[in-house]
Each structure stands twice: as structure tokens, then as C-alpha cells.
């Protein structure tokens, strides 16, 4: 990749098995000065400290649209048959089919 080459230019050969990472999180930069070399572990870490992992879960994913709140609210009202799911999805602003992905355990599954 464009921006290994470019760090192994400028500060020397990776060693195998480390990663070349990216300080500006722009992964088409060949910045040397943007890059560092770390492990799979600290790039991880890295991308989680700057918020951009995306395996977060709930209402810690950057495209959330749902508080983990609102999600036991919708629990709720499925749970005790308060409304459809349609008059749900009205309610909280959400698709039919987010109510009932909801129900049948296919997303917000860490939501008791």
C-alpha cells in the first residue's frame, strides 16, 4: 500500500507484523508525517480513542439514531402490546422495520 511505501522511504523497513497508521485518519495520506507504525492493537486503539470504530455498539455507533433509552422504551411498548409496531415507529421516528428488528433481536441486542 501506497502509504507503507512511503513511511519505509522516509523512516526505514516495517517490521513484519506491525501496521503503518494513520495520524490524519485519511487513509489515501502518504504524509510521513502523518503516519506511525504500530500494532493491529494500538491502531485499534487509536481509532477508538479518536471515536471512529465502527463495531460500537447502541447509541455509541456514530450513525445511532436511537438512544439505548429510547430503544427500552420500545421494548417496553412491544413487550405490553401498548401500539403497533407502525404507531411505534411514528412515535420514536424510526422505520416499521427497525421496530420489529428491535423485537425479534437483531439489533440493539445488548439492550436488556
Given at each position: ?11 526505514g523497513?516495517i517490521?513484519?507484523?506491525?501496521e ?36 460500537r ?23 405490553n ?32
Amino acid at each position: 500500500m501506497a502509504h507503507r511505501l512511503s513511511f519505509e522511504l522516509h523512516h526505514g523497513k516495517i517490521a513484519e507484523g506491525l501496521e503503518c497508521c494513520h495520524r490524519c485518519d485519511v487513509p489515501a495520506c502518504v504524509n510521513p508525517n502523518h503516519l506511525f507504525i504500530g500494532t493491529h492493537t494500538d491502531n485499534m486503539r487509536d481509532c477508538e480513542i479518536k471515536g471512529r470504530n465502527p463495531h460500537r455498539k447502541g447509541e455509541k455507533h456514530h450513525k445511532a439514531k436511537l438512544t439505548d433509552e429510547t430503544v427500552r422504551l420500545i421494548a417496553s411498548e412491544l413487550k405490553n402490546r401498548t401500539a403497533t409496531q407502525w404507531e411505534i415507529a411514528k412515535k420514536f421516528g424510526v422505520t416499521q422495520s427497525t421496530v420489529s428488528l428491535i423485537k425479534l433481536g437483531k439489533i440493539w441486542t445488548h439492550i436488556a
